[in-house]
């Protein structure tokens, strides 16, 4: 189903409605700061094997996830007081942060090496979702492995409309990815280079 959502004050009803669907393990596309992202509860193992398939991804890639704000993160990441203050300076924004995991975490969202890769995107509707659904919504870009990311709604509902239980139509989008920086240690550490500005990184 394709839903309208307002993306500057996204109406109360049609947040509860899209919710309800990620409670009884449905599967989202919705709008971020970057581009589109198809999502689900972290909770919902059925749910997250549906997005493996849906995006032909490599199921040794874990994904990450949406948390509503920077308290909700201290629930599923160790998050020390120099990675606190980097995400204090640069969240709601278009960066994954690496963290190590806490045991709340489920595995199938996990690294091998127990950390988790963290969003708080600029982005009231997805942010909305979070706060209702009460727990973090997997994120990745709405698009098959190694193909470019879409940040037009109607393209992500023509081309996975049949898959998703849920397409929110919140505008038109860039075609484009978080910056990931790992935050564990004291040292912060690009991996991708995406939106956002990262030049603060150098000054460490």
């Avoid at 409670?23 to 709008?31: F, Q």
């Avoid at 009460?134 to 879409?150: C, K, Q, R």
């Amino acid at each position: 189903m394709l839903i309208a959502i307002n993306p500057d004050n996204p109406q109360g009803r049609l947040i509860s409605q899209v919710v309800k669907s990620v409670e009884e393990g449905g599967v989202i596309a919705y709008p971020t700061d970057t581009t589109y992202g198809i999502g689900c509860s972290i909770f919902n193992k059925k749910g997250v094997e549906r997005i493996y398939q849906i995006k032909h991804r490599e199921s040794k890639k874990p994904f990450s996830f949406i948390c509503s704000d920077l308290s909700d993160i201290a629930k599923y990441a160790k998050v020390s007081n120099f990675a606190y203050k980097v995400m204090k300076r640069h969240l709601p924004g278009p960066y994954t942060f690496i963290l190590d995991a806490t045991a709340t975490v489920p595995d199938l969202v996990q690294t091998k090496q127990k950390t988790v890769g963290i969003r708080v995107p600029d982005n009231n509707i997805c942010l909305a979702i979070t706060r209702e659904l009460g727990h973090p919504i997997i994120t990745t870009s709405a698009n098959i492995s190694g193909e470019d990311p879409i940040g037009d709604p109607l393209t992500v509902y023509e081309e996975m409309g049949k898959q998703l239980d849920f397409v929110i139509d919140g505008g038109n989008l860039p075609h484009d990815v978080s910056s990931v920086i790992s935050l564990i240690g004291d040292t912060p550490e690009i991996i991708r280079q995406g939106a956002g500005d990262t030049s603060w990184f150098m000054g460490q």
